[in-house]
């Protein structure tokens, strides 16, 4: 069975810093493209960082290049979300799953279900 488990979030005032967890197992790890993801209440959620199957490409939402850095641990089926000069939009809860595209093809139906996310909180 697939499971996310995200940790690490909190509150921290505008120009803080986050460090996000996400432990993953069921699956194969280091064979999939992983995301991390942001929702708030009654949005969508919206991508916010990719990592290639060796970490070695990444690529981030145009809100937070630059700030953000995503990295991964594959003999821990571990990714992680460094999160610097955080704003007030960057608040909502924090998932990971594996890549959009991924979701969305043939083997999307392995990954439908999320983990609880954890919550980020900027404000003053």
Not at 19 to 26: D, M
Request: net charge positive; aromatic share 10%.
């Amino acid at each position: 069975q697939v499971q996310f488990v995200e940790s690490g979030g909190g509150l921290v005032q505008p120009g803080g810093s986050l460090r996000l967890s996400c432990v993953a197992s069921g699956f194969t790890f280091s064979r999939y493209r992983m995301s991390w993801y942001r929702q708030n209440s009654g949005e969508e959620r919206e991508l916010v960082a990719t990592i290639s199957v060796g970490g070695g490409t990444t690529e981030y939402a145009h809100s937070v290049k630059g700030r953000f850095s995503v990295s991964r641990d594959n003999a821990q089926n571990t990714m992680l979300l460094q999160m610097n000069t955080l704003r007030p939009e960057a608040t909502g809860v924090y998932s990971c799953n594996v890549a959009r595209d991924i979701r969305s093809g043939p083997e999307g139906r392995f990954f439908g279900s999320w983990g609880q996310g954890t919550q980020g909180t900027v404000s003053s």
